[in-house]
Every structure is written in structure tokens, then in C-alpha cells.
Nanobody, 113 residues
Framework: QVQLAESGGGLVQPGGSLRLSCAASGFSFSIYSMSWYRQAPGKERELVAYISQGGGSTNYADSVKGRFTISRDNAKNTVSLQMDGLKPEDTAVYYC??????WGQGTQVTVSS
């Protein structure tokens, strides 16, 4: 059974940091790209970051470039999103998505003082 399980969300003050993780199981993780998306209330889901199968290629939304870093560990079947310099506009539910098209259940990130 294919599963993607996100963790690491929470409440953080502006300027703070969080690290999200997504644990994958049930498929050959290392042969698929992975992505992080987010959806804020009343807005469409948007791509935040992408990483290729081997981790050698990454892409970011303009709104998070220089603040967020995506990485993966193919030995542990995990993909992570390090978020620094968080802003209130980063508040959203964050989802990981596999290159196969599966979604995780999401983890809430709230940036507020």
C-alpha cells in the first residue's frame, strides 16, 4: 500500500524555522521525483518545491527561493523541506506528492506572532 506521511508542522513566529518530513512507503521511492505543495485557506494548491529522483535537481516557487530547501534521503525513503525565515503568508497546509501522483494527508504550518 502506497503511503506518504508528513510530519513536522506547527505554530511558529515570523522569522522562525520548521522542518517538514515526508515518509514514503509501498513504492520504489528512489526512482520518483518528489514535490512539496501547499494550500492556504481560500487559495488553490501551489507547488512549493521539487526534487529529482537522485536529488541533483531542485526547483522552488519564487515566493520561497532562498528561504526553503528541499532534500531527500533515498536510503530512508524520506523527503524533507527546511523552511527558514518564515512569513505569515507561508501559513498553509503542506503536502508531499510523489512523482507517481500520490499525495500525503498534509501537515498544518501556521506562522503567527
Amino acid at each position: 500500500q502506497v503511503q506518504l506521511a508528513e510530519s513536522g508542522g506547527g505554530l511558529v513566529q515570523p522569522g522562525g524555522s520548521l522542518r517538514l518530513s515526508c515518509a514514503a512507503s509501498g513504492f520504489s521511492f528512489s526512482i520518483y521525483s518528489m514535490s512539496w505543495y501547499r494550500q492556504a485557506p481560500g487559495k488553490e494548491r501551489e507547488l512549493v518545491a521539487y526534487i529529482s529522483q537522485g536529488g541533483g535537481s531542485t526547483n522552488y516557487a519564487d515566493s520561497v527561493k532562498g528561504r526553503f530547501t528541499i532534500s531527500r534521503d533515498n536510503a530512508k525513503n524520506t523527503v524533507s523541506l527546511q523552511m527558514d525565515g518564515l512569513k505569515p503568508e507561508d501559513t498553509a497546509v503542506y503536502y508531499c506528492k510523489s512523482g507517481r501522483g500520490q499525495w500525503g494527508q498534509g501537515t498544518q504550518v501556521t506562522v503567527s506572532s
